[in-house]
């Protein structure tokens, strides 16, 4: 499998909204399960698998439906635009999302140490410690349902 990050599409032929038995026909069993289930949200539950050996976890999110919804991955050989960004400094990442239009940058040094470099409109996080770029978090938003719901109709239940 290709590690080519599809912003809000999902990595290489994995989609999001794809069930877990498409990502179990695609990666093989995962090595660890994780039940991510927060007390605060009661409307939406996550699962984490994680792929150790390929250096990836992916997220299902849902509560009557889990389907995918975000991936993070630390392996080397991610590409994003045809770029391999485990190899790129920070203005590098910033100047290689600019030129492909995405420009909403929001930064933010986290409470373990790291800074999180986001851009808002193609849902991707990328943290980095003392300067390296170490996980790249990309994903879309899943209601109860296990539905994608678009971006913007996000920002439309704030109001």
């Known amino acids: 499998m290709k590690m080519e990050i599809l912003l809000l ?26 039940h991510l289930g927060e007390e605060a949200d009661e409307d939406l539950d996550t ?3 994680n792929y150790d050996k390929e250096g990836l976890s ?25 770029k391999k960004v485990f190899g790129m400094n920070e203005q590098e990442i910033t100047e290689l999302m600019k030129s492909e239009g995405l420009t909403q940058i929001d930064t ?19 943290y980095f410690q003392d300067g390296k770029l170490v996980t790249v978090n990309w994903g879309v938003f899943v209601n109860e349902d296990g539905e994608i719901e678009e971006f913007d109709d996000m920002e439309d239940d704030e109001d």
């Open 58 to 82: 992916v997220f299902f999110e849902g509560k009557n439906n889990h389907v995918l919804s975000c991936f993070e991955t630390d392996n080397e050989e991610t590409t994003l635009f045809g």
């Open 108 to 126: 933010e040094v986290e409470e373990w140490g790291e800074k999180r470099v986001s851009f808002d409109e193609g849902l991707i996080d990328f």
């Open 9 to 34: 599409e999902g990595l290489d032929d994995l989609k999001f909204g794809d069930l877990p038995k498409t990502v179990e026909n695609t990666l093989g069993k995962p090595l660890e399960i994780e």
């Open 47 to 49: 699962i984490l698998w």
